[in-house]
């Protein structure tokens, strides 16, 4: 059975953001094997960006994630 192992950044524009720095971090993620799955924008009092990264999950990774998590 394939398992996935979810991940959300969320960066919020303030006077230190760069949409580099972002687009940098997001690519070390996928350089290490995170999927991005989702990617949203939302403009309101505060613009955000939420990025949602999955990473599949080997058989021998399995059991040692659900001792973290116990």
């Not at 230190?16 to 996928?30: G, L, P, V």
């Not at 058989?59 to 659900?66: I, K, L, S, V, Y």
Request: charged share 25%; hydrophobic share 35%; aromatic share 12%.
């Amino acid at each position: 059975m394939t398992r996935y192992e979810p991940k959300i950044l969320t960066f919020t524009p303030d006077k230190k953001f760069s949409y580099q720095d972002m687009e940098d971090t997001i690519a070390s993620y996928t350089l290490d094997g995170w999927q991005i799955v989702s990617m949203t924008h939302l403009q309101g009092m505060q613009a955000f960006y939420t990025v949602l990264l999955q990473r599949e999950i080997g058989e021998d990774q399995t059991p040692a994630m659900e001792e973290k998590r116990a």
